[in-house]
T-cell receptor, first 116, second 117 residues
């Protein structure tokens, strides 16, 4: 099975711009979660999508949004970029079936976003 | 909301030394516990997980962790480390069904482990 894929792998933007990141989950996985990783704050949960609906949300401002398509692929959008948004953005997918294995998440390689 | 604390931010060991990385979480309800590893230049990989049952769980590459509910701890151990264990290690917890962001993983800040040959 192919793993979680994220595009692009690297991105450079300037303050005030917006950016869209893409994530394709493992085939058959219907849940996609997004995380932000920075040296100062570590890994922080952004939100999770399941069946095209946002199911859970972390503590991030409204500039961070996402969506999920019918094929489970997900996009994350950040508007009005700030310097502090520079980070590695990770996507994770899980099977969301019955039982405890629904909680096992598989991570992609991430998109490195640099805001200048 | 739950939180995760990893006590050691940087650990340096020699090959063949024993390893124990501390992890404590704060949440009063049922939790699932994980250890992830991030090797240099690679993405996060699951080392091991605890959902229920035997509190001593074994993972890949000789790692194990013990869940001690009374101490809210889930420490990672390995009896003899190798140079290839050099990586960043993250402890994580989620609280399924508790709503809000709790179904997502809450991570500790990570421990940077360096194994000297």
């Amino acid at each position: 099975k192919a793993g979680v894929t994220q595009t692009p792998r690297y991105l450079i933007k300037t303050r005030g711009q917006q950016v869209t990141l893409s994530c394709s989950p493992i085939s058959g996985h219907r849940s996609v979660s997004w995380y932000q990783q920075t040296p100062g704050q570590g890994l922080q949960f952004l939100f999770e999508y399941f069946s095209e609906t946002q199911r859970n949300k972390g503590n991030f401002p409204g500039r961070f949004s996402g969506r999920q398509f019918s094929n489970s692929r997900s996009e994350m959008n950040v508007s009005t970029l700030e310097l502090g948004d520079s980070a590695l953005y990770l996507c994770a997918s899980r099977g969301y079936g019955e039982g405890p294995l629904r909680n096992e998440q598989f991570f992609g390689p991430g998109t490195r976003l640099t805001v200048l | 909301a739950q939180s995760v604390s990893q006590h050691n931010h940087h650990v340096i060991l020699s090959e063949a030394a024993s390893l124990e990385l501390g992890c404590n979480y704060s949440y009063g309800g049922t939790v699932n516990l994980f250890w992830y590893v991030q090797y240099p230049g690679q993405h996060l990989q699951l080392l091991l997980k605890y959902f229920s049952g035997d509190p001593l769980v074994k993972g890949i590459k000789g790692f194990e962790a013990e869940f001690i509910k009374s101490k809210f701890s889930f420490n990672l151990r390995k009896p003899s480390v190798q140079w290839s264990d050099t990586a960043e290690y993250f402890c994580a917890v989620n609280a399924p069904g508790s709503g809000g962001g709790a179904d997502g993983l809450t991570f500790g800040k990570g421990t940077h482990l360096i194994i000297q040959p």
